[in-house]
């Protein structure tokens, strides 16, 4: 039996462009493969530190990176769908072990506490926004989580306070996220920034509550 799969048809080099398959075959072979399994499509802010510089074109500090595509860019457009926070068990010094996420402080301070030297980790929390990333047509890219931590938390409260503050649903306005450099005595570094560039037409909102509902698994 020979080694090489054989292939009928013309054949392209282009991955992009991705062949139309029959229905039935689709998604054949990850059934086991759950949620758990997936690396979770994110937006970064990327910093002089972040380990993908020097790695990818175009990644700088300031620049704004999708996990998925590796594609780094100053901006990015998105419709926030929902909020979530979860917790982080992990040792106190910089760059740290992680001992897991939470979707609650008290499950991961009851992992803290079962270890040796439980003064050694913390428990630090983290703002997820769940967003539809939009092509540069407005429509739909991929949903992505747009993840804040320490001093970034106030763009996220920021941010809720403006949704909630408003009478329309969330999903209802358009954003462009940006990165603003900050600096003070210790050194610089950036932060992401958000705001407000159009409404999703009353028509849509429908269609994209269900896709809300879907995605936020509601």
């Excluded at 992009?16 to 994110?42: L, M, R």
């Excluded at 003064?119 to 703002?127: A, E, I, S």
């Excluded at 306005?173 to 570094?189: A, H, I, L, Q």
Aim: net charge negative.
């Amino acid at each position: 039996m020979s080694n090489e799969i054989a292939l009928f048809g013309e054949q392209s080099t282009d991955l992009s462009a991705v062949p139309v398959y029959d229905e039935q075959y689709v998604g054949a072979g990850n059934d086991n493969v759950s949620a758990d399994d997936v690396k979770t499509p994110a937006i970064f802010v990327l910093q002089k530190t972040s380990q993908v510089i020097g790695e990818l074109e175009g990644a700088k500090p300031g620049k704004l990176w999708n996990n998925i595509t590796d594609v780094c860019s100053d901006s990015v457009t998105l419709i926030n769908l929902g909020f979530r926070k979860s917790y982080i068990a992990g040792e106190k010094q910089y760059g740290g072990a992680t001992l897991g996420v939470y979707d609650t402080y008290d499950e991961a301070a009851a992992v803290i506490a079962e270890q040796q030297n439980p003064d050694n980790y913390r428990v630090t929390d983290v703002h997820k926004h769940t967003c539809l990333l939009l092509k540069a047509d407005g429509t739909v890219d991929m949903p992505v989580e747009i993840r804040f931590r320490g001093t970034s938390q106030g763009v996220s409260r920021d941010w809720n306070a403006k949704f909630l503050s408003s009478k329309t649903p969330r999903c209802a306005s358009v954003w462009k996220m940006t990165s603003k450099k900050e600096s003070n005595s210790k050194g610089e570094w950036f932060m992401p920034a958000v705001d407000q560039v159009g409404w999703v037409p009353p028509s849509a909102i429908e269609g994209l509550e269900e896709k809300r509902k879907q995605i936020m698994g509601e």
